[in-house]
């Protein structure tokens, strides 16, 4: 029993010392990357409500897709870290190929997204525009992304931090940073300077096409592509019906100040609690380092993290009151409710994201192209029908 004690506090004294060395700066660093993202949304929110409802459909989804492609390529590339087949170099050939990898995937789900908003709103016209606007931000985006999920992966891993527990979470954050300031800037862009929107469009073509003749796809690189396009085909229904929900209630959220600026900062947190979660277990599968119906690391990792979540969703409360007062004009107050729910909402999704990964293995899917995807995209549904719920509660509506 003394041994068995002496392990217990051991593992979640190292767990510790990894949360305040890499995993909480990375997290309270992507909560400040969310309110930027969450500070545009709310500045453009009444924007996109009265002419871009397509768009409020595809946010969502749009903002889950960046997470789920990418951090299933930081998943992959720590793994290949971990086992040795790739150096720590951003110039590593796995690094390119995953690169060109993700802008194929971001782009066919981008359809899937688009033809349900305009079947959602029912304006095909504009429906073509938009189009146009989401495929070259895409393009621009994942570019963008795909460098940036190198670093936050190498990066870590030579200053001896274990990137699952930073990468995911950062990854899927500067995701969303990316995804809708590039998008809100495209819309203007096309708006005031259209013939600069056709060059950008061009260069976009270019550059993807300089890409995919220089870089080869080997075998293995086919079959994680199927693999994660065939998990991006249901996640992108999965995320459509959040966009569904989002755009069927904004009006609600807008009403409620404070979620319209917080939506992206819990949808994000929340997937990144589960993708720190899911991409450990991933690993700990690769290296069959994983036993029993939930393992005694991972059970650590949810504890530690649950606790972290009431001052996360502090932060969160505090930071959109004062963005609302004085970025926007507006007076928000302190939520008990979603103090208090939160992080109910935090266990539920590393839960989730555990047996999601488990699940995959014993199917003979790589769960590292599988987890993050899977489990970032629930976390969005989730996030959504939260902050529906929590909105309600604010405007008296529930």
């Given amino acids: 029993m003394t041994m068995d ?9 190292a767990r510790i010392r990894q949360l305040m060395a890499g995993t909480l700066p990375a997290l309270l660093f992507c909560i400040f990357i969310e309110f930027i993202a969450g500070g545009v949304l709310g500045a453009y929110f009444e ?3 009265e002419s871009y409802r397509i768009v409020l459909v595809i946010i969502p989804g749009l903002m889950g897709l960046r997470g789920n492609i990418f951090g299933s390529m930081a998943s992959r590339l ?13 110039s590593d050939k796995e690094v390119q190929k995953n690169i060109l990898l993700s802008l194929w995937l971001s782009l066919i789900p981008v359809f899937i997204l688009w033809a349900v908003g305009v079947l959602k709103v029912g304006d095909v016209w504009s429906g073509m525009y938009i189009l146009f606007i989401i495929v070259v931000s895409t393009i621009f985006s994942t570019l963008i992304m795909g460098y940036s999920t190198a670093i936050s992966t190498v990066i870590p ?16 954050s500067v995701g969303d940073l990316i995804t809708l300031p590039f998008l809100i800037l495209f819309i203007l862009i096309f708006e005031h300077y259209f013939s600069v929107f056709v060059l950008l469009s061009v260069i976009s073509v270019v550059v993807f096409a300089v890409l995919a003749y220089k870089i080869k796809l080997g075998s293995d690189d086919v079959r994680t592509f199927k693999e994660v396009l065939a998990i991006l085909g249901i996640t992108s229904l999965i995320a459509s019906v959040s966009g569904g929900f989002f755009e069927h209630y904004s009006d609600l959220i807008h009403a409620s100040v404070l979620f319209s600026i917080l939506y992206p900062a819990v949808a994000g947190t929340t997937g990144n609690f589960g993708a720190i979660v899911g991409a450990a277990t991933s690993t700990r599968i690769h290296v069959g380092d994983i036993e029993g119906v939930i393992d005694r690391e991972t059970l650590a990792d949810i504890v530690i993290y649950l606790f972290t979540g009431f001052l996360i969703s502090l932060v969160m409360n505090f930071a959109g009151i004062i963005i609302a007062k004085y970025f926007l004009g507006k007076n928000a107050g302190i939520v008990p409710e979603f103090i208090i729910l939160y992080p109910l ?3 539920t999704a590393m839960v989730v994201a555990y047996y999601i990964a488990r699940f995959f293995g014993k199917l003979g899917f790589d769960p590292d192209n599988a987890t993050v995807p899977m489990i ?19 405007v008296g509506s529930f």
């Fill in 5 to 13: 004690y002496r392990g217990f506090q051991e593992l979640y004294s």
């Fill in 47 to 49: 924007k996109l409500m």
């Fill in 78 to 90: 720590t793994t290949m870290l971990h086992i040795g087949i790739m150096e720590p170099k951003i």
């Fill in 157 to 172: 891993y030579l200053r001896g931090l274990d990137p699952d527990r930073v990468a995911a979470p950062i990854i899927t």
């Fill in 345 to 347: 909402l935090l266990l």
């Fill in 376 to 394: 970032t995209t629930i976390s969005d549904l989730m996030s959504v029908i939260f902050v529906i719920f929590i909105s309600g509660v604010i």
